[in-house]
Structure formats: structure tokens, C-alpha cells
């Protein structure tokens, strides 16, 4: 068996709870001039409310291909997503997505301020409330003393935190984030993931984050569930049993960070050469903690 969870196996994990989100048997060709690409071969994982799990997968498994088939912004050529209860056919409302090229996703013309109130704008939210929600996104993201700067006026960083402001302010039942902190430096990146688990806490919302850095998704997620390359298949699906108050420097010199940290490794270093075309590979299944043990012999 795979490690503790497989949502592929159907494997109760312990909640009771519906889930939130269905990915179900998933599978995208894409038709290219030279013929079909099968960027991602059937995947299947639920998502329980609140959790926050991510996707880690060498580069080129399909990782934005499943985000944009689960936003809805791409159909998939077989299989569905079943958002509380609902096939997604299109972007549904309760989604919000941060993507990696942060520059490209906000308005120039816009203020902080106006880009981070504009869906909320668009979903006809009152006046107040959305002066409300604007306030408390600003603020939790640590922009509260930049409303009417610019976007271009701010670092890189800066206007990264101001699309996950957005993200936040509207209020999602589901945050997808696609490898959001790519592009900054080492430093802002450690501030970031500190941030979304700070707001992942307070706000209680399911976010799916995607990442090729397994230092990260270790880190951040309450679970990792990693691809194999493409055509994609999952590769493992594990809890992360790290204590929920992370911080960079006690959490990531913690001998069970290093070990889980080793495990993904490894994990990756298997999908690297284990294609959809054969079985996901269980060679280094078991709990976490037959991990651990594993990895010490
Ligand atoms: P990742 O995000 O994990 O790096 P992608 O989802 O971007 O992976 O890509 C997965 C595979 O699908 C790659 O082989 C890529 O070249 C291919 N691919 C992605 N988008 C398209 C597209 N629009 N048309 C054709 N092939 C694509
Ligand atoms: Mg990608």
C-alpha cells in the first residue's frame, strides 16, 4: 500500500467529511501538429474542506494542465472534477487561482487597492463589505500601507502577495496555486509560504499548491501528493505529520522534515524515470513512519 492515504484506492483516511473536491480518473491529450501529447494519463484525488495539500512533480508532469482542467479553464479529455457536489464545466465561482506569472495577472492601471477589490467588484459584493474584505486581505498579506501604490511601483514579491491578496479578499472555498513563488527570491519565498499557512490557518480555506520544490511542499502541506512523469499518474500520496506550527528554521532542521524531505526525493527521483506507461510505484510505501524506519536501515 501506498503511504497512509490514496484517495486512487479509495482508502478512508480517517475524516468523515465529504470531499470538498473530486479530481476523478482525469486525463488530458492535447492535440499538437505532430500528433497527441498525453500530458496527464488518470489521475484521481479528493480534497477534504480545509486542507492544504500540494502537488509536487517533476517539471513537465502536468502539473498546470490539471490545475487548468480543475479551474475549469481547460476540459479534460476524459474523466471529471466535482466541486462541492457539482461537475466543473467552466471557472466556478468559489475557485480562485494564483498563477506564477503574478506580473502578467495583475492590472497596471489598477491600484493595490482596485486590483484586489475588482472580483469582488464583478461578483456585485456591497460596498462595505467588500471595503471590509479589501482591508483584511491587505492587511493579512502585510500590504495594509500600500493601497494606492501601483503594481509596477512594488517588488516582485510585493506584487506577488498582492495576487494572493486578491485570491484571498474573494473569499474562495478552493485557493489553487500554481508554483506562485517561482519567480522570487529566496528570502520573499520563505516569507510567502510562511504567509499562506498563516492564512490558510485563519481562514480555513482548501488549498491545492503546486510545486516542482520538495523542500516546499513538504513544508507547507498537510499532505504531498506526487506525480510521476508525464503522461502523469500519482506517484504517492502521503500526510505530512509535521506539528502545524511550522517555521522555517526549527521546522526545516527537524530530523522528520529531513526524512520526509528524503522520501519525496526519493519519490521524485522514481517518477522521473516511471512514466504513466507502467504501474505508480509503491517502493517506498508504507506510513511515514515505516518511511522513517525504511530510509534509517
Ligand atoms: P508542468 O506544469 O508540470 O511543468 P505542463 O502541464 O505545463 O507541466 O505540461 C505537461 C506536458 O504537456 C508537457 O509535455 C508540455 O509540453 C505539454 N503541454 C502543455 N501545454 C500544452 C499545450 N497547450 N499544447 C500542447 N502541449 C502542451
Ligand atoms: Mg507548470
Known sequence: MPAKTTAQSGVDTGSTQ???LSVKGVQKIYQVDAGEIEAVRDLTFDLRPGELACLVGPSGSGKTTLLKCIAGLMGATAGEVVLSGKPVNGPPKEMAVVFQEYGRSLFPWMSVRDNVELPLKNAKVAK??????VDEALEAVGLDHVPRSYPWQLSGGMQQRVAIARAVAYQPKVLLMDEPFAAVDAQTRADLEDLIRDVWERLG???LFVTHDIDESVYLGE???ILSSSPTVIQEDIQIDLPDERDQLTTRSSARFTELRGHVYEQIQIAKHNTGASA???AAGGSPSTVA???AE
Open 18 to 20: 465529504e470531499p470538498l
Open 128 to 133: 462595505a463589505e467588500r471595503n471590509r474584505l
Open 205 to 207: 480555506i482548501t488549498i
Open 223 to 225: 499532505r504531498v501528493i
Open 280 to 282: 505508480p510505484s509503491n
Open 293 to 295: 524506519r525504511e530510509e
